[in-house]
């Protein structure tokens, strides 16, 4: 937890002749001179500052539970993608769905996982105070990042909807103040990682600054596809954005930050890992093509298996281009609203993505021999591969009157607009095979949000303030579904459905979110406080495959899912900042919460669908501590306990194997659910942990430095279902490092170890791999698992060179 420290203002002298001037001057040298070296004689942690409120403040005034990663701890843990900020933060988690799109953010236990046009995520991620449209823009390269700001609960008041359970809060690194310097950043892993950073920033001018910076990076993944003579599961983008700024006049400046992003994530494919005793045969019985030996040949399972074989690609490739511009005005001195800014933020963003899966997982056609209408094998020689394309473009603008950092009073208020609008299309199977659950749909949307918000602090006695905060939102939403075609493999004989258009009504919905706050100063530099926030995140509507189901219209739309939480904390910088620790106790209450689960009907047909349950709830406690132990010692730790159940929810899905679906389903007769209440939230571990330190060896020619990190989880539940072939055991991983840098800064090397102790552990819910029927007897049930990045040791080297 290091930054910067907060430049400090020189005081003004008015109206002093030159000579008290210069006297002053020369007293205020030697007072700088003398802090100078009582900061040498004491070393302190340099203050970590946040804009959880949209003004930049130290961590320790902000009466809420936020985790800061700051630039030097993203460097030192080699941190890329989103899935690293995950791994240091253990308030945060990630549920991988069976494609790339479904990846969902979690925020102490709680996210939406749907790859859905109609559904928002519950946790926000905003890059730069521009936002992303959907979850799956937050999987690609993180990119010239200067620090990145977990704020946990609901930030609806600030942040808007999407932000119902939580927030991260992104900002790159500024535009120098000197003149024009470079930085080139090499990287290099055992297991063929690669990446190749640079960038450019400074003053071209008096008036004038530029940042570039450009990536390019590539992991080819720990899965060997044999059939290909591949890599999968691996990740890799090119990155580039700009910022300029014009200091137009003292008071007025712009900044044009234009991006562009390509990223191609080849996941979320299992590797088999188990399987049961005995030869059995895929889809028919009577083809011994099929049979689990040619299916699985040349593939050793074994309990960490890396080999597969698939004949169609898996992953996610998206191209995102944007550009944001912000105007900063600052109220003169002599105008009423002195000490005043008025802020505009406009962006336009446009995120092109294709999603594509094996289907079958394997590298025989399974088509070719799975049976046609006239129950007999097809022929058909194509593979029932998933492809969907996504188009997704937003607009916002937002216009900012903050007031003066200083005062009793601080506060802010703001509007904002924004329009999102997204195309899907969809393609699933063959259309002459009912086996593959042919599916061919359509679907866009339009969503117009409106948004008042104001946020302010008082300090109304003396080591006493108040927090507050309100926003107003008007939403407007369109939907359209149209299922092209479709076959499920329940459909008896080879009846499709056929077309079928759905045009959800104009909705339109007000919403109020707040937050109140209290926090009283025990000394200058400790705190404790409370609040408590509401989040709304509007209704949703089902636009994904399972909407060609007619049973999931009844549904439609399902009703905005709201939250209420209260939380309690202790904030403390301590022994001259030498040390800082912060607490917090937390409960939140989620109703009507939205989620995709899988669901059978009573005419034998299931889709996977949303779902709106009644009440779900989180709790626990949250620890974030740091000290700089000796002048070369820092070490900082992360703690959370979370409990996130289900507390109601009587109409849960059943699953494979379940004994206790008894429940009769409210909306399809004749079919039943079981009784879900009391279960987990899915891949939310009842504890998290982080520690890490970095220790500075006494070198004088270089800076040289060795550091260790230690995460570990508790075991999680993989679904929603309750499932219990999903569970996954926790894990621990242990880094270690070092770095060798020039005393002028020129040039830095760092080493690493990943995951000293070669500990093997799942992401993805791993489940049923294939399902083997035996020409006699019982099915033969087989498994896979979905390794972590890390999931195996490996070696890094990075170099950076300033220029």
């Not at 205020?28 to 946040?50: C, D, G, H, M």
């Amino acid at each position: 937890m290091v930054t910067t420290h907060c430049g400090s203002q020189l005081p003004r002298y008015p109206n002093m002749k030159p000579m008290a001037a210069a006297l002053a001057l020369l007293q205020l040298s030697s007072i700088t001179q003398a802090q100078e070296a009582a900061q040498a004689a004491a070393p302190q942690l340099e203050q970590v500052v946040v804009s959880a409120n949209r003004r930049i403040e130290k961590l320790e005034d902000v009466p809420q539970s936020i985790s800061v990663l700051t630039g030097e701890a993203l460097e030192r843990n080699n941190v890329r993608e989103f899935d690293d900020i995950v791994n240091l933060s253990p308030a945060l988690t990630i549920s991988t769905g069976t494609q790339v799109g479904t990846n969902s953010i979690n925020m102490r236990g709680i996210g939406t996982t749907s790859n859905n046009i109609g559904i928002e995520g519950d946790v926000a991620v905003i890059v730069d105070d521009m936002p992303y449209a959907q979850a799956q823009q937050a999987f690609r390269d993180q990119s010239d990042v200067a620090r990145v700001e977990v704020l946990k609960g609901p930030q609806s008041t600030m942040f808007g909807k999407s932000a119902i359970a939580g927030a991260v809060v992104i900002t790159t690194k500024p535009i120098g103040a000197g003149p024009m310097k470079g930085k080139l950043s090499l990287f290099r892993s055992s297991d063929d990682e690669y990446r190749v950073q640079t960038s450019v920033s400074g003053r071209m001018s008096d008036t004038v600054g530029v940042r570039l910076f450009a990536s390019k990076t590539n992991f080819p993944g720990l899965l060997y596809n044999l059939t290909t003579d591949s890599m999968q599961n691996g990740s890799g983008g090119k990155t580039f954005f700009a910022k300029v700024q014009w200091q137009v006049t003292p008071d007025l400046d712009v900044q044009l930050a234009p991006r562009y992003d390509h990223t191609l994530r080849t996941g979320n494919t299992a590797a088999i890992n188990s399987i049961g005793p005995g030869v059995g045969y895929l889809y028919n019985k009577n083809y011994k093509a099929l049979s689990n030996t040619e299916v699985l040949r040349g593939i050793n399972v074994s309990q960490f298996n890396t080999t597969i074989r698939n004949d169609s690609p898996t992953g996610l490739e998206a191209t995102d281009r944007g550009i944001g511009v912000r105007v900063n005005y600052l109220f003169p001195d002599s105008s009423p609203m002195a000490g005043h800014a008025l802020t505009s933020i406009t962006s336009v963003d446009n995120n092109k993505s294709n999603d594509f899966r094996d289907n079958d997982n394997i590298d025989l056609v399974s088509t070719f021999y799975q049976l046609d209408h006239f129950g007999k094998p097809s022929g058909i020689n194509e593979s029932p591969e998933i492809n969907g394309t996504m188009d997704t473009k937003m607009t916002s603008q937002e216009f900012r009157l903050t007031s003066p950092d200083s005062g009793a009073f601080r506060y802010l208020a703001g509007l904002w607009i924004a329009r999102t609008s997204i195309d899907r299309t969809y393609r699933r199977g063959n259309p002459f095979v009912k086996e593959t659950s042919w599916t061919n749909y359509e679907t866009s949307s339009s969503v117009l949000n409106r948004a008042l918000y104001f946020n302010g602090s008082w300090d109304f006695v003396p080591k006493h303030t108040l927090t507050g905060g309100v926003r107003l939102t008007r939403e407007s939403n369109d939907y359209m579904f149209h299922t092209i075609d479709s076959l499920l493999s329940s459909a008896p004989n080879n009846v499709h459905t056929g077309e079928n258009y759905y045009n959800a009504p104009k909705h339109h919905e007000n919403y109020v979110t707040g937050k109140l706050g209290y926090g009283y100063k025990l000394t200058p530099n400790t705190m404790v406080y409370g609040t408590a926030s509401t989040g709304t995140k509007g209704v949703a509507y089902d636009m994904t495959s399972g909407a060609n189901n007619v049973n999931v219209f009844k549904r439609l739309p399902l009703a905005p899912e709201e939250a209420t939480s209260y939380e309690a904390g202790f904030k403390a910088n301590l022994w001259n900042n030498r040390a800082t620790l912060n607490l917090a106790v937390f409960k939140t209450r989620f109703r009507d919460y939205q989620t995709s689960a899988t669901e059978r009907f009573s005419d034998g047909s299931q889709a996977s669908v949303l779902y709106s349950i009644p009440k779900i709830q989180t709790q626990g406690f949250e620890a974030d501590a740091s000290a700089l132990l000796t002048r070369d010692f820092l070490l900082s730790a992360n703690l959370a306990f979370t409990r996130a159940t289900v507390v109601n929810w009587r109409q849960g899905p059943c699953y494979s194997g379940a004994k206790d679906c008894t429940v009769p389903n409210e909306l399809v007769p004749g079919a039943f659910l079981r009784d879900a209440s009391g279960g987990l939230m899915p891949n939310s571990p009842k504890w998290k942990t982080n520690v890490g330190g970095e220790y500075t060896l006494p070198i004088k020619s270089f800076k040289t430095a060795i550091n260790a990190n230690v995460r570990a989880q508790s075991k999680v539940q993989g679904a929603i279902s309750q499932d219990p072939s999903l569970k996954r055991p926790g894990h621990a991983i242990v880094d270690l490092g070092a770095s060798i840098a020039g005393r002028s800064g020129k040039y830095k090397l760092s080493v690493g170890i990943k995951n000293l102790f070669d500990h093997h552990y799942s992401v993805g819910n791993g489940g049923s791999f294939l399902n083997f029927k035996q020409t006699s007897g019982p099915d033969i049930r087989s498994y896979g698992w979905q390794p972590a990045r890390d999931a195996f040791r490996y070696y890094t080297a990075r170099l950076d060179v300033n220029f």
